[in-house]
């Protein structure tokens, strides 16, 4: 329940390993709007949370250290309000398997790049993606 009493509405974020943009968008959803909404993230494929999502939510005061790397099988048959797939690799994959859901948005957010990077560099990429996911979520939700 809300803050108003209000059933909170189910939200799940989609990617194809759940590492970096969907566990981004769970931490800044529930960061954001977690009293109106319980918020979820899921993959095609597990891969662990990337250490880089986590740093870069650390800046800004966001810790998902403690979120984990999570199929879309633990959500099978499981309602939620809206589903977000956040990736154009993934979009099928989740799409052919998504959770019961009710309104669908697709929301393609590039990955960031780590390979040939340097450790500045990369954490710049990952700074990008979190504020498009931020002001996007912003524009969306807010």
Avoid at 87 to 115: F, M, Q, T, W
């Amino acid at each position: 329940m809300s803050a108003q009493g209000k059933e909170k509405l189910r939200i799940i974020f989609l990617c194809s390993y759940n590492s970096v943009r969907s566990q981004i968008a769970e931490g800044l959803m529930r960061h954001l709007f977690g009293t109106r909404y319980d918020v979820f993230s899921a993959g095609v494929a597990r891969s662990g949370v990337n250490p880089y999502a986590v740093a870069v939510m650390k800046e800004i005061g966001i810790d998902i250290s403690g979120q984990r790397s999570k199929s879309l099988l633990e959500f099978k048959g499981r309602h939620f309000d809206v589903v977000v797939t956040l990736c154009d690799n993934g979009k099928d994959a989740c799409l052919s398997c998504l959770p019961d859901g009710g309104r669908v948005i697709h929301y393609h957010v590039p990955p960031p790049h780590e390979i040939g990077l340097s450790n500045e560099d990369v954490m710049r990429e990952f700074r990008e993606v979190r504020e498009q996911i931020k002001n996007w979520l912003i524009y969306q939700f807010g």
